[in-house]
């Protein structure tokens, strides 16, 4: 190496030095205030196989942040930069070596010039883990009237990587919505297209098809699936779907239906099985589950009422009927199992765990679509004892709408405004063996702050999913613009 090369490396080593040696705290004064970070990840419980849970120091003069991240059992962590950003494959070490443990974080944070150091906080390591490859969800800018661009993706738990499934610029002017996998096994899966070249995808084993969404016997799309265990069936709802403005109303928009209807689908005959319990003329029975044994059908129900005029008066309660898969047959007689009407409220959204112990749900002042209702909270029914209480730990007063539950029933996720009040974002938490919730924590993002402050769009239906879902988003889309469709025959009682 010649001496002209030689000065240069030596000038470049010290400039890296010095930029760096910048950055490192100095003259740090102590405050016992809590770190004004973004998220508020104070205290929260994670599971081991969550991304790293990166935040900002949420201060409008703070330009550089040092982290130390101590394990209870072992391993220790140091980031400094402009946000808390830890490496993926250290932070995965971390969590794994200290699960059932502790995460003590101490934060340093410059700002005008100097340095603070805030009261350590903690984060909780489940000894459950997730168990889940990652989520879907839509993503839809918060318009009213049009399709704008939306489209559902799908996003790997353990990192930041995200991938689009299927977006409507493919297919202009389309509705993509209702995506659901079978107990989050994607080999079943089913999602809804609304619009000129309307149909229901459906996959089941392996195999896709396009269904005709509607027909004169249904009276409605094949809208809000969910699978029956054993994946010979998917009930649906067929919902005649209208929306209206309010003038002077704290919640902005009204979406009602003026009837629907249960059916279940059979994806080997394409059959519908039907029955006049789960298709009145009175009521509105609507989004249909299976209970984890397959021998239940959940559902809400409300009586029918005059639209627009009566839109407060909908009601709807949690009810059940027994289901026969081997016969393929509907029980004879609805039993309810919470009367929300007698409360002058409204449930929407039931989502058994899928270890049969507990039923989440929505509850609302009325109607059913609960994301725009700041007063929608998360309750949990206990389907041993029958009682069903709200979930105190993860409400806000803003909207909390709609969740989903881990394979294993250890942990879920849900939407809610609480950040914005605009926007819905995902959060999870965990269960204990008593039902009681963690405090919630939002999804993680590679940089939160900038990420969640620049986005133009909200989380919608989420879902976990135990691997990446396949789909073809081109055949999906040429399948879509054509007007190839399965018929579908209805099997009345």
Not at 410 to 420: A, I
Request: charged share 25%.
């Amino acid at each position: 190496m010649n001496n002209k090369l030689k000065t240069l490396y030596i000038s470049l080593f010290t400039i890296l030095c010095l930029s760096s040696c910048g950055n490192s705290p100095t003259n740090v004064s102590l405050s016992e205030k809590l770190p004004p970070i973004f998220p508020d990840y104070v205290g929260v419980t994670i599971p081991e196989d969550i991304a790293p849970m990166n935040f900002n120091v949420n201060r409008p003069n703070c330009d550089a942040v040092d982290v130390t991240v101590k394990g209870s059992i072992s391993g220790e962590l140091h980031v400094n930069g402009d946000y808390a950003d830890f490496d993926v494959e250290e932070w995965h070490e971390l969590l794994k070596a200290n699960r059932g443990g502790k995460l003590t974080f101490t934060v340093i944070a410059h700002e005008n010039d100097s340095w603070t150091q805030y009261r350590n906080f903690t984060m909780n390591i489940s000894k459950q883990a997730l168990n889940e490859w990652g989520i879907t969800y839509r993503l839809i800018a918060p318009s009213y009237e049009i399709f704008s661009q939306m489209g559902i993706y799908q996003r790997n738990l353990s990192n930041f990587d995200e991938k689009a499934l299927l977006v409507n610029t493919q297919v202009p002017g389309m509705c993509i919505n209702c995506h659901t996998a079978n107990r989050t096994n994607p080999d079943d899966y089913a999602f809804h297209v609304r619009g000129d070249h309307g149909a229901t995808y459906l996959k089941h084993n392996g195999k896709g098809e396009w269904l005709k969404a509607k027909n004169a016997d249904l009276g409605g799309s094949m809208v809000y699936p969910y699978w029956h265990p054993s994946g010979k069936y998917c009930a649906f709802s067929t919902n005649d779907t209208h929306q209206m403005f309010h003038a002077k109303n704290n919640n902005r928009v009204e979406v009602y239906d003026t009837h629907s209807d249960i059916i279940i689908y059979k994806p080997e005959t394409h059959e519908i099985l039907s029955d006049t319990l789960l298709r009145s003329s009175k009521w509105s029975e609507n989004c249909p589950v299976f209970s984890p044994d397959g021998k239940w059908i959940y559902f809400i129900t409300a009586l029918q009422q005059q639209y627009p005029k009566d839109y407060q008066k909908q009601h709807y309660n949690l009810c059940r009927i027994a289901f026969d898969a081997e016969k393929g047959t509907i029980g004879s007689k609805v039993d309810t199992i919470f009367n929300a009407a007698k409360m002058g409220k409204s449930v929407t959204w039931p989502r058994p765990s899928y270890d049969g112990r507990y039923l989440m749900f929505t509850m609302l002042n009325y109607g059913y679509f609960s994301v725009w209702h700041q007063e929608s909270d998360l309750w949990m029914m206990d389907l041993q004892k029958g009682e069903a209480l709200p979930m105190n730990e993860v409400n806000s007063k803003r909207s909390e709408s709609f969740h989903n539950w881990t394979r294993n029933s250890k942990w879920f996720l849900f939407t809610s405004r609480r950040d914005d009040n605009l926007y819905t974002r995902i959060y999870l938490a965990s269960v204990d063996e008593h039902g009681k919730a963690t405090k919630p924590f939002l999804l993680p993002q590679k940089n939160p702050l900038e990420y969640y402050r620049r986005s133009l769009y909200s989380y919608n239906t989420p879902d976990f999913t135990a691997k990446e879902v396949e789909l073809d988003a081109h055949e999906a889309g040429i399948a879509i613009e054509s007007d190839k469709r399965v018929e579908t025959k209805l099997r009345k009682r």
